[in-house]
Nanobody, 126 residues
Framework: QLQFVESGGGLVQPGGSLRISCAAS????????IGWFRQAPGKEHEGVSC????????YYADSVKGRFTISRDKAKNTVDLQMNSLKPEDTAVYYC???????????????????WGPGTQVTVSS
């Protein structure tokens, strides 16, 4: 199983910004498609954003489009999620995971395996 380390979460006020990172453990992220998911208390995992490290194509959920930006940092071997204009409803534990490669522009925003790491907590509150 591929392992990831999420970091960068914290407490921010509504309208604030936060940048979280997904680092690969023991392997390069090249050739993989990585997705960010989040889970609020009592809810299922929600796909937030994905990036293909082969061609750089991206996906954003409607709820975060225009506010979040996903990117690949080759030097640090991470996939980062810049979150701006944060809302209380963004509060959740954020996870990264492998997702299927997009096919002909179509994204399947579900994990390849339903196995999750510890994630990083993002809390948006005044």
């Amino acid at each position: 199983q591929l392992q990831f380390v999420e970091s960068g979460g914290g407490l921010v006020q509504p309208g604030g910004s936060l940048r979280i990172s997904c680092a690969a453990s023991g392997f390069t992220l090249d050739y993989y498609t990585i997705g960010w998911f989040r889970q609020a208390p009592g809810k299922e995992h929600e796909g937030v954003s994905c990036i293909s490290t082969t061609d750089g194509s991206t996906y954003y959920a409607d709820s975060v489009k225009g506010r979040f930006t996903i990117s690949r940092d080759k030097a640090k071997n991470t996939v980062d999620l810049q979150m701006n204009s944060l809302k209380p409803e963004d509060t959740a534990v954020y996870y990264c995971n492998l997702v299927p490669n997009p096919y002909q522009g179509s994204w399947s925003v579900v994990p390849v395996d339903d196995v999750w790491g510890p994630g990083t907590q993002v809390t948006v509150s005044s």
